[in-house]
């Protein structure tokens, strides 16, 4: 660009083709002077944010990383058990354990009983192959008085020392970082040579219930959408007092106690409550057959549907709320019957409401856990139950985390997918 | 109205009434016939009830009493889809998930018309607007002078023979919309369509229509030509509403032939045209246009005036001054060669004639 010859003076003011950087009047390169101008209003911009980006920290970011490194650490056994630990490093998982090996196990049993952590060991090792806690508990009573050949000694105490699944089972706990506690969360086993292995059908859990929770959150997602598309569209069409009365009958789950809620659609849906007294009086069923709707799958996809409605009316009502009823209009004078212009014109426009309302509904359902607990019975538990169970029952927290961190990926891999295939920015929620 | 003449009339309503609450009357018996051809435009402030009509023709509302009839067939339980009227809307109303293109085929397809005839069809109407290269866009991707060709092309395109539109200049800058005042006019010539048009702005009635039905309290309070309109408006609301007026308020003294006599309250006395005023006694309201007023004391009407603002204007002079008591009284005084110049706080003569000045209901 040449710049125009009667205005020299501007142009030796802005011109950076050939002088180098753009400068200031006082001769400090333009971008750092900017930088320096902008620099107290981004101060105090980021001064705004900085307690909710702690409380995120605290709360959110950081519970999330140890529990993604829970779900691969582990060292119960490798700080109670160091001798064997070292020991166990060189080995291959497949050759006969050897004396040096019974050795370092005796000297670590006698300092595990010591510090009375071999109850802690001996459940960790127990996880791997079950049955071997009481092995350990017992050796390390006896550890004290045994003199070598500690082979012999301890094959003495119980002949399955000599097992070498044991060993395995040994090896894999004395890992720090293992992979067993992900393969345990796929239904497979972790072996100590370093390979996987599928366990047999009858001891499958988990996948299957991730596809069954998959498939729940889908059902929930899918039935919340059928009834909250209407009800929706009615808040939005209907006149303001009309519909703010609606809106007060969307909402009261949200303002209604979860254990209210609960009890509500026990007496509804047990076998003797409610609704299944009108199908018997209705001639729909008889005395004997009655449905049983609750303490099952049944009443886990009613009573979450329930309760995730709100989540995908709000994004729907607003979406539909910005929708000039000039559309539908235009559609008509167009020529398009109620049904075209319905299809054509309106849902169209309400899709990123869909978007917005089935990914909050879905996610949500995924993670549920208080409703399946209360009204699931056996059938409706879905993977948030297991994963509690963990944490509070069986106290294995690295088989909850690695549940957790897959659950997690499983989230975000259905975020990323929703993205590729209706675009996040064309997600609205009001 | 004889039945004979709603049956000739294209668009005709007949003691049509409409009330959203029952209450109140938003529409009162309007009677109005468009034949074929027509650009009818309806006027009116906001809440006359111009816009009611449109939809009730359109099929958006239902009229409360009375038939609207379309070629001498009643349409009032005619589906809007039916009734193949094309209209456009104050926004548009493109349909943003679509181009301009799918937009354009919409009520085609819906007409079930064979793809190619769909996609000449589309070309041929976008030529008209001379949008020709613009079929791929969506509506978000034009400006608002584009859309607006787009939503009239969408109207044109199932070949309506009468078309509706809803303030559709509205959102334009004025620059814009005079150069589609002029195009839409020049379409209307040249496809020989019907045009019922609503407005609130008078210069836009005024410019395009063949015939203008200004509107105020559900009333049609004056229906004719443009130039009729303001020149000869027929009452008070219509003189104020279209154009710039000077109301003068008296009581008659003397009626002669065409013509009364007025005592004005400001102690003047004024000639002026009978048009719609009651008898010797009654009040009544003279208006005259303030670019018939002159500057001489030679007219038949003539009295003093004392000039209070002056605005140049380019063109013209404003010049508001006080007449018999009034001093919101404005003269515009053309800026010709060797016009008048007037001072602020001058003492001067105006003057106007009979035929200019009428006599209008208080």
New interface residues.
């Given amino acids: 660009m040449v710049p125009p010859v009667h205005f020299t003076e501007r142009v030796t003011m802005t011109d950076s083709t050939d002088a180098g950087p753009v400068l200031a009047a006082d001769g400090t390169p333009l971008k750092k002077k900017l930088a320096q101008a902008l620099f107290v209003s981004r101060a105090r911009a980021f001064g705004l944010v900085l307690p909710l980006l702690a409380f995120i920290l605290v709360s959110f970011i950081i519970p999330i990383l140890s529990l993604m490194v829970q779900g691969v650490k582990n060292d119960t056994y490798s700080a109670n058990m160091p001798a064997s630990t070292e020991i166990m490093k060189g080995w291959d998982g497949i050759s006969e354990p050897t004396e040096k090996m019974f050795a370092a196990l005796v000297l670590d049993l006698i300092k595990a009983r010591e510090e009375k952590s071999i109850g802690r060991v001996a459940t960790r090792v127990n996880r791997e192959v079950s049955g071997t806690r009481s092995m350990f508990t017992k050796a390390a009573r006896k550890a004290g008085k045994l003199e070598a050949p500690f082979m012999a000694a301890m094959l003495n105490i119980d002949e399955d020392w000599g097992n070498i699944e044991v060993w395995g089972a040994m090896k894999v706990s004395s890992q720090t970082y293992s992979a067993a506690f992900y393969a345990a969360a796929v239904d497979a086993d972790y072996n100590a040579d370093g390979s996987f292995e599928r366990l047999d059908e009858k001891d499958r859990i988990y996948v299957y219930l991730f596809i069954k929770t998959l498939l729940v959150s889908l059902a929930v997602t899918l039935a919340c959408l059928a009834l909250g598309y209407p009800v929706a569209w009615l808040l939005a069409s209907l006149p303001m007092r009309t519909s703010n009365l609606l809106m007060i009958l969307v909402l009261l789950p949200f303002w209604t106690s979860l254990l209210v809620r609960t009890t509500a659609w026990i007496a509804m849906l047990q076998s003797h409550g409610v609704l299944n007294n009108v199908f018997v009086w209705l001639g729909i069923t008889t005395d004997e057959t009655r449905f049983s709707l609750i303490y099952n799958m049944t009443g886990t996809i009613i009573a979450m549907t329930h309760i995730l409605l709100p989540f995908m009316i709000l994004p729907l009502y607003s979406v539909m709320k910005g929708i000039s009823p000039a559309y539908l209009r235009a559609a008509k004078s167009l020529g398009a019957t109620n049904w075209t212009a319905f299809w054509r014109v309106y849902f169209p426009a309400t899709i990123p409401g869909i978007g917005a309302g089935g990914l909050l509904v879905f996610i949500l359902a995924i993670g549920y856990y208080i409703t399946p607990a209360l009204v699931g019975g056996q059938d409706g538990q879905l993977i948030s139950n297991f994963i509690a169970y963990h944490m509070q029952k069986s106290l294995n927290w690295s088989l909850a985390a690695a549940l957790g961190g897959i659950l997690l990926v499983i989230v975000l891999a259905i975020y990323w997918l929703y993205d590729k295939v209706v675009g996040i920015d064309n997600m609205k929620m009001g | 109205m004889s039945q004979k003449s709603l049956q000739d009339a294209f668009v005709a309503f007949d003691h049509v009434q409409k009330s959203y609450d029952g209450e109140i009357l938003v529409v009162k018996d309007l009677n109005l016939q468009i034949s074929k051809g027509e650009f009818v435009t309806m006027l009116g402030p906001s809440g006359s009830g111009k816009t009611t009509c449109l939809m009730m023709l359109?099929?958006?509302e239902v009229a409360t009493h009375g038939d609207i009839l379309l070629k001498g067939q009643p349409i009032n339980n005619t589906?809007?889809?039916?009734?193949?009227?094309?209209?456009v809307?104050?926004?548009y109303?493109?349909?943003?998930?679509m181009t301009v293109g799918e937009n354009l085929s919409?009520?085609l397809e819906?007409?079930k018309i064979g793809k190619s005839e769909r996609e000449e069809k589309v070309r041929l109407v976008l030529d008209m607007v001379q949008m020709g290269d613009f079929a791929y866009r969506r509506p978000a991707q034009l400006s608002g002078g584009q859309q607006q060709r787009i939503a009239l092309a969408?109207?044109l395109v199932?070949d309506a023979e009468l078309v509706?539109m809803d303030e559709p200049l509205g959102a334009l800058d004025k620059q814009l919309r005079e150069r589609m005042q002029y195009e839409i006019k020049h379409l209307h010539e040249q496809l020989g369509i019907t045009v019922v048009y609503v407005t609130h702005d008078q210069s836009e009635a005024l410019t395009m229509s063949d015939r203008v039905a200004v509107f105020d309290d559900g009333v049609i309070q004056q229906l004719a030509k443009p130039d009729d309109l303001y020149e000869r408006p027929e009452n008070a609301f219509v003189a104020q509403f279209i154009g710039e007026n000077n109301k003068l308020e008296g009581i008659i003294r003397a009626q002669e032939g065409d013509n009364v006599i007025v005592d004005l309250d400001g102690g003047m006395t004024a000639r002026a045209l009978a048009v719609n005023c009651g008898a010797v006694g009654d009040r009544t309201m003279l208006s005259v246009r303030p670019e018939r007023v002159a500057l001489t004391g030679d007219g038949s009407n003539s009295t003093d005036a004392l000039v209070q603002e002056l605005i140049y204007l380019g063109d013209h002079i404003r010049c508001r001054m006080t007449v018999s008591g009034h001093n919101d009284f404005i003269v515009k005084v053309p800026n010709a060669s060797g016009h008048k110049h007037l001072v602020v706080g001058e003492n001067t003569k105006v003057s106007w004639q009979t035929e200019d000045c009428r006599a209008l209901d208080a």
């Fill in positions: 359109a099929g958006f589906p809007p889809h039916k009734r193949g009227i094309g209209m809307f104050q926004n109303a493109l349909f943003p998930h919409f009520p819906v007409r969408r109207a199932f509706l």
